[in-house]
């Protein structure tokens, strides 16, 4: 049996890798925005962001709004809507997220630019 040391160690290591992994869905120069107002964060923000929805056991689900495509990038208006645990009870969360994508040469996409709580919720 994994003592509770070598369990927290094992889940912070997971944490980590399924974070970076996650991150590899951004662009290099990539920025998220957390707040309304805040600062852009850069990918190290970007991971520590992602971290912290998987600590939370965070599962969305996207719902596109709105798309504005010029080139290779595009502008997506994207309802996140789902549940967390906080402090041991689920919550609601909702994001209304401007996302911006740009299109790379094996023609997948990746995020430059999220804002998630950049729209008014409602």
Request: with cysteine; hydrophobic share 40%.
């Given at each position: 049996?994994?003592?509770?040391?070598?369990?927290?160690?094992?889940?912070?290591?997971?944490?980590?890798?399924a974070?970076?992994?996650a991150?590899?869905?951004?662009?290099?120069?990539?920025?998220?925005?957390?707040?309304?107002?805040?600062?852009?964060?850069?990918?190290?923000?970007?991971?520590?962001?992602?971290?912290?929805?998987?600590?939370?056991?965070?599962?969305?689900r996207p719902?596109?709004?709105?798309?504005?495509?010029?080139?290779?990038?595009?502008?997506?208006?994207?309802?996140?809507?789902?549940?967390?645990?906080?402090?041991g009870?689920?919550?609601?969360?909702f994001?209304?997220?401007?996302?911006?994508?740009?299109?790379?040469?094996?023609?997948?996409?990746?995020?430059?630019?999220?804002?998630?709580?950049?729209?008014?919720?409602?």
């Amino acid at each position: 049996m994994l003592s509770s040391c070598r369990l927290h160690e094992a889940k912070r290591h997971a944490t980590e890798e399924a974070s970076s992994g996650a991150a590899k869905l951004y662009t290099v120069d990539a920025r998220v925005v957390p707040t309304a107002g805040g600062e852009p964060a850069p990918s190290e923000g970007i991971r520590k962001m992602i971290a912290a929805l998987i600590g939370e056991q965070t599962r969305l689900r996207p719902h596109v709004t709105g798309v504005v495509r010029a080139g290779d990038l595009a502008l997506l208006f994207t309802d996140w809507t789902g549940t967390a645990v906080v402090k041991g009870k689920t919550v609601e969360r909702f994001f209304p997220a401007i996302e911006v994508l740009r299109r790379r040469e094996d023609d997948s996409w990746r995020l430059v630019i999220g804002y998630p709580n950049a729209r008014p919720a409602g």
